[in-house]
């Protein structure tokens, strides 16, 4: 098994950035990606950005260049840096990490005002 934490989220005006950052603990030697995804209200959760075991990332197309998937290994932590936040970015952003099957985070609140 493997447990993350978030943290990070907040409110922030629109044009701002925020960092957000996924802590793992347990069997983290088995993690073959993670990822950062998203939840507005009503909407289904999707995908933000992962970032592989070998280090390989990947965006939604729609946040390319706004949004910066990272990791420090040595302290097994993923972040998001969002720049230029849009109302629209609002969401809950949930860590995932994928082993055999994905475990999530409790996930981190992000609201951008207009």
């Known amino acids: 098994q493997v447990q993350l934490v978030e943290s990070g989220g907040g409110l922030v005006q629109a044009g701002g950035s925020l960092r957000l950052s996924c802590a793992a603990s347990?069997?983290?030697?088995?993690?073959?990606?993670m990822g950062w995804y998203r939840q507005a209200p009503g909407k289904q959760r999707e995908l933000v950005a992962t970032?592989?075991?070998?280090?390989?990332?990947n965006y939604a197309d729609s946040l390319k260049g706004r949004f910066t998937i990272s990791r420090d290994m040595s302290k097994n932590t993923v972040y998001l840096q969002m720049n230029s936040l849009k109302p629209e970015d609002t969401a809950v952003y949930y860590c995932?990490?994928?082993?055999?099957?994905?475990?999530w985070g409790q996930g981190t609140q992000v609201t951008v005002s207009s």
């Open positions: 347990g069997n983290i030697f088995k993690i073959n990606a």
């Open positions: 995932g990490a994928t082993l055999y099957r994905i475990y």
């Open positions: 970032i592989t075991s070998g280090g390989i990332t």
